[in-house]
């Protein structure tokens, strides 16, 4: 039996358990008690901790990090992560102004620096201003948390989604435009499970 454990069990384990289910099983071994030896002490995971990582990688003060409720990004790190997303970002905040755009490599919308301080409603087209004000409109109110639309581009198939930013205590902070041409996602068909060779 020691063998089987040794050599088929235990190899398998280590092999198929993610670390956190082995937490799982250390945290609720008590309960079901211990054959022969008890251990002597509790297994606490190597866990790297990320912020004094952070602070010795930029020592000198110039990098720095901003600390999420999971987690934490250097400033460097972030523009590049919210760069590499595929699609377009745009935060607008509570008073309607534009703070904020990703610059992602495909953009569906070209902006330029120029939109950012100008009014959500300065960077639309006059006719569509009211669905604009709309839209900000129940987001502040609470009647609504997202809007979507979706048009076509040429060959491109837009999806262009509305969220509501709100604070934990449902304070409206302001609005995310997240805009994808999707065209590539409607034409996908049956699965994908392998890496592809290019």
């Not at 008890?38 to 901790?49: A, D, L, Q, T």
């Not at 595929?86 to 992602?104: A, L």
């Not at 959500?120 to 004000?133: F, I, L, R, T, Y």
């Amino acid at each position: 039996m020691v063998y089987k454990e040794d050599n088929i069990l235990l190899p398998l384990a280590e092999d198929n358990f993610s670390e956190d289910e082995w937490i799982t099983i250390a945290e609720e071994s008590d309960d079901i008690g211990y054959c022969l030896v008890e251990p002597e002490g509790k297994w606490v995971p190597e866990r790297v901790n990320v912020e004094n990582k952070e602070i010795k990688e930029n020592s000198d003060g110039e990098e720095g990090y901003i600390k999420f409720e999971t987690g934490i990004l250097s400033r460097k790190e972030l523009p590049y992560i919210l760069n590499t997303l595929p699609f377009d970002i745009t935060f607008v905040d509570k008073d309607n102004i534009v703070k904020y755009y990703s610059q992602g490599k495909e953009k569906i919308f070209p902006r330029t620096k120029a939109v950012i301080g100008r009014t959500v409603q300065n960077c639309h087209p006059p006719a569509s201003v009211h669905v604009v004000d709309k839209i900000v409109e129940d987001f502040r109110s609470g009647k609504k948390d997202h809007e979507d639309f979706w048009i076509k581009m040429g060959g491109k198939y837009v999806y262009i989604r509305y969220f509501a930013v709100r604070d934990e205590n449902g304070e409206y902070l302001g609005t995310v435009e997240v805009t994808q041409d999707i065209q590539p996602v409607r034409e996908l068909q049956g699965e994908k499970r392998l890496v592809s060779d290019e």
